[in-house]
Structure formats: C-alpha cells, structure tokens
C-alpha cells in the first residue's frame, strides 16, 4: 500500500546520485520529498516543512550527520530520524543511535523497498508514540477531573457536618434552658438526656 501524499520526508545526503535516487523512488510512492545536499541545509529545510521523517547521512560537509542528528532530535525528539550511510563503522552506529538515530541503514541500499519499509516503520512507531501520549494525557485529565469532583464533594460534606453539629449543640443548648427553667418553677425537667445528642454529634467529629 502507497504512503498517503501528506507524509513528507526529508532527504539529507550530500551524494547526487543517491539522493536523486531516494528521492524519485519515495516520490513514486507518492511521498512529498524535500532535499538538502549537506547538514546545515538539512536542518533550514527541516525547520521550514518540519517533515514527518528525516533520511540522512553521516558524512557530509559543513555539518555532519552527527551534529544533524543531535540538534534534530533535541529540537523535535517526535520526528523519526533514519541513517542511511556507508560507513559501516560499528562506533558511528552506536553513536548515531545514542544521538537518537530511529533506524541504520548500510549503503548501498540496493533495493529501495527496504528503505520505505524502515520509513512506514518508523512512522508507525511515531504514531503509536502519540496516541500514547495523548491517551495518558486523557487519563490524567479524567483523573484530575475525578479528583476534583470528590474534593468537591467531601468539602460539602464538611459543611454540612459542621452545619449540623452547629444545630445539634443549639438543640442541647435549648434542652438546658428548658429543663432550667422548668427547674426554677419547680417543675421536673422535660428532658432526661439533654447531652445525647451532644454525645452523638461528638461521634461525627
């Protein structure tokens, strides 16, 4: 299946040929392709289409595949970056990868599909990057919404303890102003218990 026109891919390789042929083969797969002939080019022209990958190699003048993939990935650590170079040096791969090289290539790529295959595989690890991303984001968001409703709530709750502790007491107040003066006319008290509900409401605190 052909990529759909919208991806663009960036092509940074400083060879005339292989960049021709990198760029007319992805543009046969109906991939939208920008070029740049050496690093500092690499990177204007990432700044100025931001394109969803980045095809590069690691020995080119005036910036260096290295120094690309080191600004490139601070500067957009979402965006896939492949090597594609010939230098088969076991320590430039490692360091390429350290600098956050998604993928390396050895030249020649003879067959042309393997670099598309790497491109759609490097995209689907992006996009699955994302809808991670944004699911955890959405989690957080239910989660602060959740917090903050039952923080809602149980401040309610507070109120309305505090609101009914504060009637209780009025209650026994009046119970002892009653039995009080039932007292100071000789009469017995109206109420046997005046403290239960101050006893009850002592619970609730």
């Known amino acids: 299946m052909n990529a759909p026109p919208q991806v663009e891919v960036l092509v940074i390789e400083d060879e005339t040929p292989v960049r021709e042929s990198f760029r007319e083969f992805l543009e046969d797969q109906l991939y939208i392709v ?114 903050s409703e039952l923080t809602e709530k149980m401040d309610q709750m507070v109120r309305f303890n505090k609101m009914a502790i504060g009637r209780e007491r009025r209650v026994i107040e009046l119970k002892r102003m009653i039995n009080g003066l039932l007292r100071e006319l000789g009469r017995e008290p109206k109420f046997e218990s005046p403290e239960k509900i101050e006893e009850d409401s002592s619970l609730i605190e």
């Open 34 to 147: 920008h070029e740049a002939t050496n690093g500092a080019e690499g990177v204007a022209q990432f700044n100025e289409h931001h394109p969803d990958v980045v095809v590069l190699d690691l020995r080119m003048p005036e910036m260096n595949g290295h120094q690309v993939l080191e600004q490139l990935s601070a500067q957009s650590p979402d965006t896939p970056l492949i090597v594609v170079s010939g230098t088969g040096n076991i320590s430039d791969t490692i360091e390429a990868l350290h600098l956050g090289a998604w993928d390396y290539l050895l030249k020649p790529v003879t067959d042309l599909n393997i670099l598309e295959h790497a491109i759609k595989q490097a995209l689907e690890k992006a996009r699955l990057i994302k809808e991670n991303r944004d699911y955890q984001k959405l989690l957080e968001e239910k989660v602060d919404q959740r917090t």
